[in-house]
């Protein structure tokens, strides 16, 4: 689809040393956030209790969550779990909750789940209680194990993907440029001490998904130029490969950020998060697949003979190019 189409090449690739400069300065402060200040960690990856609770009407979610802050509890979690009425609540672990063993552990989720019960049942009479439990700090780290080896193989298929469609230098190329905006958004999280929850890093993998399939159309737009113009340099080629996807570019994300944005101011709080992160990934994906994946597959060296293979005609005539 194209609503709109640009007569003129713009020239990315002329401003495309300083912005990588600030892509790396941006890339930097990323790292130095979360190597100085770490993540914000839900209680999914840190351990806590977890508890399901059922009202006899729709469940007053503000209600439920002001009462459980009033307790001291401001990094709770609560959301609406099967139905409308039934309530997740998941509170934190406690100083000495998990290191006094699996009898002092269970005493300890006895009494957060009374003392929260009695102040539910005090704001709403017919609350019930339905499930408790304790998730270790050992959970959490198993799903932080696993949460990372999901990402590391993403960025794997990724990779070889790229490099068995198109050529290497564009899977390294895409590569980094995906890691930047996984990065980036991790920084966020980092610099401003955002909760980092399960939801956050479900964001993460949808966003290398959506940066991959942008670099994808820049990358197969390339290639059909390195047919077409047999006499342009790599920079125009570059130039007027992401100067023709531009109205398809925009049409694609403008959509979907509206998508994003409508979750992340009318979602509330169980997709705020998760809203967040796509919101930054898919901004940054924009940006990384133009002025991050492009150039660095044109310092790379990209040229003609790497995506279209050259076939002599048996009359020596000159040289075929073929996908």
């Not at 789940?113 to 780290?141: D, H, I, N, W, Y």
């Not at 920084?187 to 966003?207: D, K, R, Y």
């Amino acid at each position: 689809m194209e609503f709109f189409r640009i007569k003129k090449d713009i020239p990315f690739m002329r401003h495309a040393k300083v912005l990588n400069i600030i892509s790396m300065l941006t890339f930097v402060a990323a790292v130095i956030f979360i190597a100085v200040r770490g993540l914000h960690f839900s209680i999914e990856f840190t351990g806590g209790t977890v508890m399901e609770v059922s009202y006899p009407q729709a469940a007053p979610l503000t209600q439920v969550r002001k009462v459980i802050e009033d307790l001291g509890y401001a990094d709770a979690q609560v959301q609406n779990f099967g139905t409308s009425r039934d309530l997740m609540i998941r509170l934190p672990l406690r100083a000495g909750q998990a290191s006094g063993g699996e009898a002092a552990a269970a005493k300890a989720t006895n009494a957060q789940s009374e003392k929260v019960m009695a102040a539910l049942k005090e704001a709403t009479p017919g609350v019930m209680l339905r499930r408790v439990e304790f998730v270790g700090p050992q959970v959490g780290s198993e799903l932080a194990t696993d949460g990372a080896m999901a990402l590391l193989f993403v960025i794997v298929g990724i990779m070889i993907y790229l490099a068995i469609r198109f050529e290497w230098k564009f899977a390294v190329a895409a590569i980094v440029a995906n890691l930047h905006d996984v990065v980036i958004i991790i920084g966020f999280f980092a610099a401003f001490q955002w909760e980092f929850s399960l939801s956050v890093l479900a964001a993460i993998l949808a966003v290398l998904g959506y940066s991959v399939n942008e670099s994808v159309v820049v990358a197969d737009r390339i290639r059909e130029n390195f047919r077409k113009m047999r006499k342009a340099s790599v920079r125009e080629v570059i130039d007027n490969a992401i100067t023709t996807t531009m109205s398809r570019t925009i049409i694609t994300h403008a959509t979907t950020e509206a998508m994003v944005l409508a979750m992340l101011i009318f979602g509330g709080p169980v997709l705020f998060y998760f809203a967040l992160a796509l919101t930054i990934g898919i901004v940054f994906g924009i940006y990384s697949s133009v002025f991050v994946m492009a150039p660095i597959t044109m310092w790379l060296g990209i040229k003609r003979e790497d995506l279209v293979k050259a076939v002599k005609k048996k009359d020596d005539g000159p040289e075929v190019y073929t996908p």
